[in-house]
């Protein structure tokens, strides 16, 4: 048994310990994973993290955890040969309202780490939230989002997803909902987008070159679609698609992208300490000294929304 600080100070060995198999470990994507699941061990502010008990049993590693304001989480962490999975629930302490009425609130946050077959890595995040807002004792307002990302064989990220859906009713007793259901609407409701319509707002950031990615940003609620190319941010590196310069909103500046010296393409790929990584970055590079685009010159398109 174990104590949070434990399981953060050697959660690579107690994940390998649930049964990772080793293409998983190895893969350079292993990293932003645990990565991820330890920042969300983090949020929950742990004041005493020596004093809360970790109970590990039937592969998997398990807390539960009130702050001194009275937010409670619970916190799973399970793993396979293939994948490594991870679940947080938060209840922030009820308040009363503006209207006299107590109000209620519950998060629940889960990401999945999958590697296929051809060495792909896909990290899932679900989110889903509740709340009694404006309800009475059997009814609540959920909501829910996904963000997907996908590493390619050499660990170099390809393609970030997110999408957003709209408030809905659900009914039942508040205190009886659990993470399954959640969670239930952003695990299913990718599948079959193309038969709902559900879906408020989707971006789409796929990579074109070692540090360009195309994004398609599609929001129901205004009617707008954004397609355009911007540049990745190099700060930490190339491997993530983090957009640049706060490119954060759609429609985003005018952009301009000029083609870089072969001196340049290498700097940038120098960054990168693992070989493996770098060398995925490399065939992004490819046709880069001549790459150029610029939002002015028509290939940047406004117009009314199809969420697809």
């Not at 991820?36 to 039937?58: C, Q, T």
């Not at 170099?156 to 859906?165: A, D, K, L, T």
Request: proline residues 3%.
């Amino acid at each position: 048994m174990s104590n949070v600080r434990e399981l953060r100070k050697n959660l690579v060995d107690k994940v390998c310990e649930l049964g990772v198999g080793s293409a998983f470990v190895s893969h350079p994507a292993f990293i932003p994973t645990l990565s991820g699941i330890d920042g969300l061990i983090n949020n929950m502010n742990v004041s005493n993290p020596e004093s809360v008990h970790v109970r590990e049993h039937d592969g998997m590693i398990a807390f539960d955890y009130t702050d001194s304001a009275g937010d409670k989480y619970s916190f799973e962490l399970t793993a396979g040969e293939d994948f490594v999975k991870c679940v947080r629930v938060e209840e922030p302490h009820s308040y009363v309202g503006n209207s006299g009425s107590v109000v209620r609130v519950k998060h629940a946050i889960e990401k999945v780490a999958k590697v296929d077959d051809y060495g792909s890595v896909t990290i899932t995040t679900n989110f889903g939230s509740m709340d009694n807002v404006g309800c009475d004792n059997v009814h609540y307002n959920m909501s829910s989002s996904v963000e997907t990302c996908v590493y390619d064989r050499n660990g170099v990220m390809h393609e970030r997803e997110s999408r957003h859906y709209g408030s809905r009713l659900g009914n039942g007793y508040f205190h009886r909902v659990g993470a399954n259901e959640l969670l239930s609407y952003a695990r299913w409701a990718p599948q079959y987008d193309r038969w709902n319509n559900t879906v408020t707002s989707r971006t789409l950031l796929r990579r074109e070159k070692l540090d360009t990615a195309r994004v398609v940003y599609e929001d129901k609620t205004t009617r707008h679609t954004h397609y355009g190319v911007v540049p990745l941010d190099q700060q930490h590196g190339l491997r993530d698609m983090f957009i640049a310069n706060g490119y954060n909103t759609y429609p985003v500046p005018d952009v301009t992208i000029h083609p870089l010296m072969q001196s340049e393409v290498d700097a940038m790929i120098a960054r990168e300490a693992d070989e493996r990584v770098a060398n995925g970055l490399r065939e992004y590079a490819v046709g880069r000294t001549t790459y150029s685009y610029s939002s002015n010159n028509g290939n940047k398109t406004s117009v009314a929304v199809r969420v697809m």
